[in-house]
């Protein structure tokens, strides 16, 4: 399996928000995932306009969720154990909505941390489903809007951690990925994007169209440096 791997999670932050329950059962963990930042300014030389690409669908196709932590029966305890738990997909997920659910773990009692996701994005047996899209819109230093779409039709797989956090098996848990995509444009261009090849009017970022483009694409999911991580106070 291709695999665009662990160095995803710098591209990546996780949030998780608890809710208490009254007895000892299994806990549930829910799963998901949202793209932020829709607008992103181009880098340009000096001109009138700011060359801006918008972004108006991002979809990807989520086959599974592991969840592996460090485990203890409770806080006095102590030793501790490596646990695993799996979701298995496959599920299409829009990651414009925020509500867009991916899955549930359910946890048994205990303690975790050391907490680790592995999200893995594999190929839908519906061939018009790409593993990862993008469409909207990229408007020049002239005010022209062209339309933009992205596709990456591989499998791939990514991490993502943080540190400190510490689950408790009697809660319920939300766990919120945040998927940045200011960085995705990180070195790309304004005379690049300009000098795309267009097809049908529309400038296609795919692994068989403007295939430099695609690359640094790809080359800013493994390679970025920037991570942000927020936490919901609601």
Excluded: H
């Excluded at 160095?7 to 996780?14: I, N």
């Excluded at 793209?35 to 000096?46: E, Q």
């Excluded at 496959?90 to 773990?105: C, E, T």
Aim: net charge negative; with cysteine; aromatic share 8%.
């Amino acid at each position: 399996m291709k695999r665009i791997n662990a160095v995803m999670l710098l591209f990546l932050g996780v949030l998780f928000f608890s809710c208490e329950k009254n007895n000892d059962s299994s806990s549930i963990l829910q799963v998901r995932m949202q793209a932020t930042n829709k607008s992103v300014s181009v880098l340009k030389s000096a001109n009138l306009v700011t060359p801006l690409v918008t972004w108006d669908v991002c979809t990807m196709n989520v086959s599974q969720i592991e969840f592996q932590a460090q485990g203890k029966q409770d806080e006095n305890s102590q030793g501790s154990y490596q646990v695993s738990y799996e979701w298995q997909g496959s599920k299409a997920i829009n990651l414009f909505n925020s509500a867009s659910v991916i899955g549930d773990i359910t946890l048994d009692p205990g303690i975790y941390d050391q907490i680790e996701l592995e999200i893995q994005a594999s190929k839908s047996q519906n061939a018009t489903t790409p593993v990862f899209y993008l469409a909207g819109s990229y408007t020049n230093a002239a005010g022209t809007k062209v339309p933009v779409e992205i596709t990456i039709n591989e499998d791939f797989q990514f991490e993502v951690e943080k540190e400190g956090t510490i689950l408790n098996g009697t809660n319920d848990y939300s766990a919120l990925i945040n998927f940045n995509l200011t960085l995705l444009m990180y070195g790309i261009l304004q005379t690049e994007l300009d000098a795309a090849t267009l097809t049908g009017g529309k400038m296609i970022i795919s692994a068989t169209s403007n295939g430099v483009l695609y690359q640094k694409i790809k080359t800013n999911i493994l390679l970025c440096e920037d991570v942000q991580y927020e936490q919901d106070i609601n």
